[in-house]
C-alpha cells in the first residue's frame, strides 16, 4: 500500500517535473512569470495590502509646512487668448427637415445642411424615426447599464447581428459612441511591446487608440505605398536581425480618410500586410455605406476579402444617421472587446432607439443600395465638378468618389506650421461659413486641437453632400459657397501668402475659374490625384496631400 | 460611515485562494493536454471534439498569436465557464422589472441561443436609481417631440454643424440645477472622463486619483501626460499625506515644483457603494491649494434631499468643489456626460477638449430626455414626482441595506447610498449566486476579480425608486433563501 503511495507519488512528481521542463522549454517566459505570480500571491498573503511612499523623509514637519505655504500653483486654467473667448459652439438647429437637407437656424427655414456626414439622407427618414419611436415606447429612452450588466437590450443585439449578416463577417460588436469605437478597438489587441504602422492622416479617433495601445507607433506617408512598403520592410528586417520573440504587428489605416478624403489603396496594403505579415484594422466612418456597388465600403470598392482585415470600425452617425460605433470581424476578435474593449465594457450602451434607428437605415440600405448610393453618386459628382474643385487660390483635398471635400489654401506649408499662420486660415474659413449661413447655406470650418494631433492637420472648409439633396439646390449652392470663397481671398491677410497669386477679380460676379491662370488647374489636379487616378485605384498617381501634414514630432515613437 | 471593510474571517480567505487554486490547477490540465495532444499529432481530435465552431483567428502561422494563451488563461478558464451570468440579453424596459430571454448553450458557454421563452425578474441591476427607465410618461412625449423636431442625430459635431437649440438648453439647464456657472455636455460619460481631463493636465502636473476611480479616469489620466499618484481608497487622512509629499518635493528627479495638482475623486464608487468623504477631502484640498475634480456618475440625482448629488448631501458648497463631472445615464435615463465649472474653464474646454471638438454630438432627442427628468427632479414640472421619486429612492436604499445586514450578510458601503454589494468571496460562488437568483425571479450583478481585488467578489446591488416595499421585500426573500443554500451568511 505505501509503496502504491510512494510510486504513485513518485510517478506524479515525475510528471510534474517533465510537465515543467516541457513548459519551459516551450516558452520560458511562460514559467518565469508563472513562478512571479506565485511568488507575488505570496508576498501579497503576508504583506500589509498598501504602503505609502516609502522614499526617506529629509525634511522636517515645519520645512514641508513652509514649503506648502510658499507653493503657488498655476491656474486651473490658463489665461484665455482672445480667440479662445470668442470661440463659440457651432450654429444653434432649432429644427432638422425630413430627409436631413434643410435645417431651421435662428428662426431661419430652409437652411442647405452642406455641413454634417449625413450622406445617404436617412437623418430625419421617416422610417428611422418610426423605428425608434416603437423602440422609446416599449423599451423607453436610456439602458440604465452597461452592456454587460443588463444593457445588452433588444435592439442592441439585433443591430449586431444586421451587421454582421450584412458585411459578411461572423460577429459584430456595437459600442455606444462612434469616436470610442476606435479609440477602444485598437488597444483591445495592441500592447505595450506591439509595433503599429500607421497612416500620417489618421483621424484624431484613431490617433487616440494609437496613444492608448502604447504600442510602438511608426508612420508612413499619406497613401504613398512605397513608403509603407519602405516601413515594413526595414521593421521586419530590424526585428528579424534582433531576434527574440515575435510580437504583435498591425497596419491601420482609413477607409476613406477623414482628414483628406483620399481612399486608401487597399489592395496594396492588403498584399503588403501579407507580405510582412501584419494585421489590417481599417477605420469605414466615412466609407461604409458611401463605397463599394452596395456601400459595403472599401473592401467592397476595391473586392477585396472582407476577411483580410482583422477587424473594421465605422461611427453611425454618417452614412447610418444614429449615434453609436460598430466594429466588425471573426467571432474571436469580437469576442475578445466584450471583455476588453473599454469604451464597451466601462460604458452604459446606448439608448436602443438610436440602435433602432441605425437597424432601419442599415435594412434600408442593404435591401435595395442602388437608389441610394445612385443618387449619392450623382451628388458626388456634381460636388467635384463644381468650381469648388478648381478655385485659384486653393486646394481642393480628396477623391472624386468620396461625398465631402476640403478646401484649404494653396499657402506654404509654413503658415500652416505656424500658430498665427493657422488661426489666420481657420479665421478665413470661419468667416466663409458665417457668410454662407447668411446665404442659406450651412457649412463647416474644421476645428483641430492642434497640439494634440500627432501631425498638423491644414484648416480646412469642408462640404458635404446627401444623397437626399436637390442636384439643382446642390450646384446653385455650390456656386454660392464658391463665390464666397473668392471673395474671402481677395482680401486675406498678409500672412496668408498664396503660392499662385490670384488675378484681380472682376467686379460682376463672374465665375472667376476663367480668368484662372492656364497652369494652375493642372498643378492642382496632380495635388488632388486625378479623377482617372481616383477611379482606377491601382494606378494611383502620387498623392501629395502629405504636404499639408506638417510633422512636429520627428522622433516620436 | 465606514472606514474599513468588514473582513471576511481567515478560513474564507484560505478556501477563496485555494478555490482559485483549484481553477488555475484544472485550467493548465485541460492546456495540458490540449498542447500534448497536439504535440502527439491529434489535432484532429481536439478538432473533431471542439464545440467552437469559430473561424480560428489569431494563430497564422508565422504570425504572433493575436491573443497569447498567457494573456488570456483567465477569459478561456475561468470566464467562459460562467459567462451565461453576463451580457444578459434583455427584450424590456430596465424599469423595475426586467424581462430576459432565456438562452442556453450546448457548446459549454462559447455561445448562447435563445428558447424563445422569457422570464421576468425583479431587476436589482440596472442603474435606474430614480426610476425614469419607464416606457410612459412625460419622458416619452418629451422624447418623441424631440425626435421629430430633429431626427436622431445630428450627423456633426456640435464645434462644428451638428449644434441644436435643445443641446444649449439642457446645458444652461445642468449649471442652473448644479449650482455653477457654467456647464458643458458631451455625448458619452467615458468620453467625458476620458477627454476632459487631458484638456486640464498635462506634463509637470500631478493628479491624485482615489485607488478605485472608474476606468474612464484612469484612462483620461494616462493619456493626460500628467503624472498620476494615488491615495488610499476615501482617505482623506492618507490623501493630506500624499499632497504633503507631492508639495514637498516637487516633481521626480527634477524636483521643481507641480504646476498644479488636481484631486479626483468620486461621489459614489460603484463597485463599493461608499460615498466620497467630501467635506474632509474639501478641507484638504483647499489647505494644499490643489484643484478638485469630483465625478458624480452614481451620485448625481441619487443623493441629497433633492438630488443635487454629493455636495448636498455632505452639506458643502458646490462652489467648493473646482469641476463637477457627472453621467446622465443612470439616474436621468439618458446618456452622455456633462462638465460644471467656471465660464472660464468651459469656454478653455471649448476651443481644447476633443471630446467636443471631434466626437458627434448627443442625439438631440436624448438631450431632450435629460432635461425633462432634471426638471422633474427640480420640481419644475409642477408636480412633487421629482422628490418622491428621490424619498422613495433612500427610503428602499436603506431599508434593503438595514435587512441584508440584520441578515447576517456581509454588505459594503454607507447608508443612503442606492448601491449596495453583498460580500460572496469565493470565486465559485460567482456563478452560483447568479444563477440562483435568476432562478428566483431576481437580476442581479456579480462581479469578480478584475474589477474587485481577488478574494472580493461580490454581487452589486442598484435599487431604484421604481421599487415598491413589497418589491424590496420579496428581494429579501430570495435572497435570503439563496444565502441560507450557499452559506453567505458569514456574520449570522
Given amino acids: 500500500m505505501i509503496d502504491d503511495a510512494i510510486h504513485l507519488a513518485q510517478h506524479l512528481y515525475n510528471v510534474a517535473i517533465e510537465f515543467t521542463v516541457y513548459m519551459y522549454q516551450n516558452d520560458p517566459y511562460h514559467v518565469a512569470v508563472e513562478a512571479a505570480l506565485a511568488l507575488w500571491v505570496v508576498y501579497l498573503m503576508l504583506g500589509s495590502s498598501f504602503r505609502p511612499s516609502s522614499k526617506p523623509t529629509k525634511l522636517s514637519r515645519t520645512e514641508i509646512d513652509e514649503l506648502v505655504e510658499e507653493w503657488t500653483p498655476e491656474p486651473l486654467v490658463p489665461v484665455l487668448d482672445d480667440r479662445q473667448k470668442a470661440m463659440e459652439m457651432g450654429p444653434v438647429i432649432d429644427r432638422v427637415e425630413p430627409g436631413g437637407v434643410h435645417v431651421t437656424i435662428e428662426g431661419k427655414d430652409g437652411v442647405l445642411n452642406l455641413g454634417s456626414g449625413n450622406y445617404l439622407g436617412l437623418s430625419g427618414n421617416r422610417d428611422c424615426i418610426q423605428a425608434a419611436l416603437l423602440t422609446l415606447k416599449e423599451y423607453g429612452c436610456g439602458s440604465c447599464g452597461p452592456r454587460g450588466f443588463y444593457g445588452s437590450v433588444n435592439p442592441h443585439v439585433h443591430l449586431e447581428e444586421a451587421f454582421a449578416r450584412w458585411l459578411g463577417v461572423e460577429e459584430s460588436i456595437l459600442y455606444s459612441y462612434g469616436f470610442s469605437t476606435i479609440a477602444s478597438a485598437i488597444p483591445a489587441f495592441a500592447k505595450r511591446g506591439d509595433v503599429i504602422v500607421a497612416d500620417k492622416a489618421v483621424s484624431f479617433p484613431v490617433q487616440t487608440g494609437l496613444r492608448l495601445s502604447r504600442s510602438k507607433i511608426l508612420w508612413y506617408e499619406h497613401n504613398d505605398m512605397d513608403d509603407l512598403e519602405r516601413v515594413l520592410s526595414e521593421y521586419v528586417a530590424a526585428a528579424d536581425e534582433r531576434g527574440g520573440k515575435l510580437n504583435r504587428r498591425f497596419v491601420v489605416t482609413e477607409g476613406v480618410f477623414a482628414n483628406t478624403g483620399t481612399i486608401c489603396d487597399l489592395p496594396r496594403i492588403v498584399e503588403l500586410k501579407n507580405k510582412f505579415r501584419f494585421r489590417l484594422v481599417v477605420e469605414e466612418s466615412h466609407s461604409l455605406g458611401v463605397l463599394g456597388a452596395s456601400g459595403k465600403g472599401v473592401t467592397e470598392h476595391f473586392g477585396v476579402d472582407i476577411d483580410e482585415l482583422l477587424f473594421l470600425t465605422a461611427s453611425l452617425s454618417n452614412s447610418f444617421a444614429a449615434v453609436g460605433g460598430i466594429c466588425a470581424g471573426s467571432s474571436v476578435v469580437v469576442d475578445h472587446q466584450r471583455l476588453s474593449g473599454s469604451g464597451y465594457c466601462f460604458s452604459a450602451s446606448a439608448p436602443p432607439m438610436l440602435s433602432s434607428a441605425a437597424n432601419t437605415a442599415l435594412d434600408l440600405v442593404a435591401d435595395s443600395p442602388a437608389p441610394f448610393l445612385d443618387a449619392l453618386a450623382d451628388r458626388v459628382s456634381v460636388l467635384h465638378s463644381s468650381r469648388l474643385r478648381s478655385l485659384p487660390g486653393t486646394v481642393a483635398l480628396g477623391s472624386h468618389r468620396v461625398p465631402f471635400l476640403h478646401l484649404v489654401l494653396d499657402v506654404p506649408d509654413s503658415a500652416t506650421a505656424s500658430d498665427d499662420g493657422r488661426n489666420a486660415q481657420e479665421d478665413v474659413w470661419s468667416a466663409v461659413a458665417a457668410a454662407a449661413l447668411d446665404a442659406g447655406i450651412l457649412i463647416a470650418a474644421t476645428r483641430f486641437n492642434y497640439s494634440e494631433e500627432y501631425f498638423t492637420p491644414q484648416p480646412a472648409l469642408t462640404i458635404s453632400v446627401s444623397a437626399a439633396m436637390d442636384v439643382d439646390d446642390l450646384a446653385a449652392a455650390l456656386a454660392t459657397i464658391a463665390d464666397i470663397v473668392t471673395n474671402a481671398l481677395t482680401s486675406l491677410p498678409p500672412l496668408l501668402a498664396l503660392n499662385q497669386p490670384i488675378p484681380a477679380i472682376p467686379a460682376s460676379p463672374e465665375p472667376p475659374a476663367r480668368a484662372a491662370p492656364p497652369a494652375a488647374p493642372r498643378a492642382r489636379a496632380v495635388r488632388n490625384g486625378s479623377p482617372a487616378g481616383c477611379c482606377c485605384p491601382m494606378n494611383l498617381p502620387p498623392v501629395l496631400a502629405p504636404s499639408k501634414l506638417v510633422c512636429r514630432h520627428p522622433n516620436l515613437p | ?492
Fill in chain 2, 1 to 492: 460611515m465606514t472606514m474599513d471593510h468588514p473582513q471576511p474571517p481567515l478560513y474564507v480567505a484560505i478556501l477563496t485562494y485555494l478555490s482559485y487554486g483549484v481553477l488555475i490547477v484544472f485550467g493548465h490540465l485541460r492546456d495540458f493536454s490540449r498542447a500534448g495532444l497536439t504535440a502527439l499529432g491529434l489535432r484532429w481530435l481536439l478538432r473533431a471534439t471542439s464545440k467552437d465552431t469559430r473561424r480560428p483567428v489569431g494563430n497564422e502561422p508565422g504570425y504572433c498569436e493575436l491573443l497569447s494563451d498567457f494573456d488570456n488563461f483567465y477569459t478561456r478558464r475561468l470566464y467562459h465557464r460562467i459567462q451565461d451570468c453576463w451580457n444578459r440579453p434583455v427584450c424590456s424596459a430596465p424599469g423595475a422589472y426586467i424581462t430576459l430571454p432565456e438562452r442556453l448553450s450546448d457548446d459549454y458557454n462559447l455561445s448562447f441561443k435563445l428558447t424563445g421563452k422569457t422570464h421576468r425578474c425583479l431587476n436589482l441591476g440596472s442603474y435606474n436609481y430614480l426610476g425614469f427607465a419607464e416606457n410612459h410618461g412625460p419622458t416619452i412625449a418629451a422624447v418623441t417631440d424631440a425626435t421629430l423636431t430633429y431626427g436622431i442625430s445630428s450627423c456633426g459635431s456640435r464645434a462644428t454643424a451638428g449644434n441644436t437649440r435643445d443641446h444649449v438648453e439642457l446645458e444652461n439647464l445642468v449649471a442652473r440645477f448644479l449650482g455653477k456657472p457654467a456647464a458643458m455636455i458631451f455625448g458619452m460619460g467615458f468620453a467625458t472622463n476620458s477627454t476632459v481631463i487631458p484638456a486640464l493636465c498635462g506634463k509637470g502636473s500631478l493628479v491624485i486619483s482615489d485607488t478605485l476611480n472608474h476606468s474612464s479616469i484612469v484612462q483620461g489620466c494616462r493619456v493626460s501626460g500628467a503624472k498620476i499618484k494615488t491615495f488610499r481608497h476615501n482617505d482623506p487622512d492618507d490623501l493630506e499625506a500624499v499632497l504633503r509629499h507631492a508639495i514637498a518635493y516637487g516633481q521626480p528627479r527634477t524636483h521643481r515644483p507641480w504646476k498644479k495638482i488636481i484631486v479626483i475623486v468620486e461621489g459614489i464608487y460603484s463597485m463599493e457603494g461608499e460615498i466620497c468623504r467630501l467635506a474632509e477631502i474639501v478641507a484638504v484640498k483647499k489647505k494644499y491649494k490643489a484643484y478638485l475634480y469630483l465625478d458624480e456618475a452614481h451620485s448625481i440625482g441619487a443623493l441629497g434631499a433633492t438630488g443635487r448629488g454629493v455636495c448636498e448631501h455632505t452639506g458643502v458648497s458646490p462652489d467648493d468643489v473646482d469641476i463637477l463631472m457627472g453621467t446622465f445615464t443612470k439616474s436621468f435615463g439618458g446618456v452622455g456626460g456633462y462638465i460644471a465649472s467656471t465660464p472660464e474653464l468651459i469656454q478653455y474646454l471649448k476651443s481644447v477638449c476633443i471630446g467636443h471638438l471631434y466626437a458627434n454630438a448627443m442625439a438631440p432627442p436624448v438631450a431632450r430626455m435629460v432635461q425633462t427628468t432634471m426638471k422633474i427632479i427640480m420640481g419644475e414640472d409642477g408636480t412633487n414626482d421629482g422628490q418622491r421619486r428621490i424619498h422613495q429612492l433612500r427610503d428602499n436604499a436603506n431599508y434593503f441595506r438595514r435587512r441584508l445586514v440584520e441578515m447576517g450578510f456581509v454588505i459594503y458601503g454607507d447608508n443612503d447610498s442606492p448601491v449596495v454589494p453583498l460580500m460572496l468571496y469565493y470565486p465559485c460562488a460567482i456563478a452560483a449566486f447568479s444563477r440562483e437568483a435568476l432562478k428566483r425571479s431576481l437580476a442581479v450583478v456579480v462581479v469578480g476579480y478584475p474589477a474587485t481585488p481577488i478574494i472580493e467578489s461580490r454581487s452589486r446591488f442598484c435599487l431604484s425608486a421604481a421599487h415598491t416595499r413589497e418589491d424590496i421585500d420579496k428581494a429579501l426573500d430570495a435572497i435570503s433563501d439563496v444565502g441560507d443554500v450557499m452559506g453567505l451568511k458569514f456574520n449570522a
